[in-house]
């Protein structure tokens, strides 16, 4: 059974960090391509990063590159998301998915979700 279990959010102030954890099991590792997506009530689902299981290649919402970092450590099956200097528009539940994506950080094409994890941060 293919799972995907987020953990690492919550509450923090404008300037600060977080570092979200996405653990995986289920699948082989290098075999998909892991992203992280986000949020808002009333909104689409956003991409904000991916990363390419077999070969670390990363990939990043274009506004968010610089601020968020991708990476995974393969032999435990995670992927983390290293957020800095967070604002109060970056607040959003937070997924992450595994697929075989075309279109890189288009939630649709993903096959699998965790259950999210909310990020707050305030002003």
């Known amino acids: 059974e293919v799972q995907l279990v987020e953990s690492g959010g919550g509450l923090v102030q404008a300037g600060g960090s977080l570092r979200l954890s996405c653990a995986a099991s289920?699948?082989?590792?290098?075999?998909?391509?892991i992203g992280w997506f986000r949020q808002v009530p009333g909104k689409e689902r956003e991409g904000v990063s991916c990363?390419?299981?077999?070969?670390?290649?990363?990939y990043y919402a274009t506004s968010l590159k610089g601020r968020f970092t991708i990476s995974s450590d393969n032999a435990k099956n995670t992927v983390y998301l290293q957020m800095n200097s967070l604002k109060p528009e970056d607040t959003a539940v937070y997924y992450c998915?595994?697929?075989?994506?075309?279109?890189?950080?288009?939630?649709?094409?993903?096959?699998?979700w965790g259950q999210g994890t909310q990020v707050t941060v305030s002003s």
């Open positions: 990363i390419v299981g077999s070969n670390h290649m990363t």
């Open positions: 289920g699948f082989l590792f290098d075999d998909y391509v």
């Open positions: 998915a595994a697929g075989n994506p075309r279109l890189l950080l288009h939630r649709r094409e993903y096959d699998y």
